[in-house]
């Protein structure tokens, strides 16, 4: 098992950056791809990307392509969530996730394991 927990989250204005980590414990971190999921109220939970085992491949959903930038730090056990030009739109409580193996899916249900999440709040 791996436990996951999410920091970072905070109110930033139309514009500004915010910089979530997602702290793994348990098992070895790489052997785990990894998710960033969002969930703003009344809405599904949305995938936002994802990161294979080793970070080099990520895929991210189109509204925060040139935006977001995910990464991981295996030997400090670690993943990050890079957010910059942060829009209205984007505030969510957003999560992370793992799931054993090497690649990672959009699916929430294709995930084992989950953060509590940290909230993200972006006033215009």
């Known amino acids: 098992q791996v436990q996951l927990v999410e920091s970072g989250g905070g109110l930033v204005q139309t514009g500004g950056s915010l910089r979530l980590s997602c702290a793994a414990s348990?098992?070895?971190?790489?052997?785990?791809?990894m998710g960033w999921f969002r969930q703003a109220p009344g809405k599904e939970r949305e995938f936002v990307v994802g990161?294979?085992?080793?970070?080099?491949?990520?895929s991210y959903v189109d509204s925060v392509k040139g935006r977001f930038t995910a990464s991981r730090d295996n030997a400090k056990n670690t993943m990050y969530l890079q957010m910059n030009s942060l829009k209205p739109e984007d505030t969510a409580l957003y999560y992370c996730a793992a799931r054993e193996g090497s690649l990672y899916y959009t699916a929430p249900e294709k995930y084992d394991y989950w953060g509590q999440g940290t909230q993200v709040t972006v006033s215009s």
């Open positions: 990161i294979s085992r080793s970070g080099g491949i990520t």
């Open positions: 348990g098992r070895t971190f790489s052997s785990y791809a």
